[in-house]
């Protein structure tokens, strides 16, 4: 199975996007990237982080997207932006055993960096990693995310 993958960004994050961008679309594990931007060249490159942040989690809830890689200055407002859509979980992470553990014990489907935070080649590493894990059902975290699930279902319901 390959991945439907996102990426996007704010002005901060907009090289790291690009670049990783580039690179998943040489990647065989991924069957489409999207970028929802920003780009240099849109009238809207200073759109605010978290509208690239909800824009992601909605495609991911609504089923146009697999997996998503955002990054901003930081990458905790494109993590806490996206997080507001119900049934996502995104994590920022900025080394190897959380970007791991991000899919393999929380189901995580969204990564997130800070530009300003980590070196390209790192991001990029990180980036390769994170698409290769997948989560499993089956594991002792499962029934974490799903105590996760039940609380989002019933604080929806009110």
């Not at 390209?120 to 989560?135: N, V």
Request: glycine letters at 10%; hydrophobic letters at 45%; charged letters at 25%.
């Amino acid at each position: 199975m390959t991945l439907r993958v996102i990426l996007g960004s704010d002005e901060a994050g907009v090289d790291y996007k690009d670049q990783v961008l580039a690179d998943l679309r040489q990647d065989p594990r991924v069957g489409k990237v999207v970028d929802i931007g920003v780009n240099r060249a849109d009238e809207d490159f200073t759109k605010a982080y978290p509208y690239i942040g909800i824009a992601a989690g909605e495609m991911i809830r609504d089923g146009l997207a697999d997996r998503a890689i955002l990054f901003c200055g930081t990458g905790l407002g494109v993590a806490i932006s996206a997080n507001k859509v119900e049934g996502i979980r995104a994590a920022t992470a900025h080394d190897s055993f959380s970007v791991e553990r991000s899919v393999l014990s929380n189901a995580c489907q969204i990564l997130t960096m800070g530009q300003r935070v980590i070196g390209l080649e790192l991001a990029r590493r990180l980036a390769k990693e994170w698409i290769g894990y997948t989560f499993d059902p089956t594991s002792a975290s499962a029934a974490k995310v799903q105590v996760l699930a039940e609380f989002e279902g019933a604080a929806a319901r009110g």
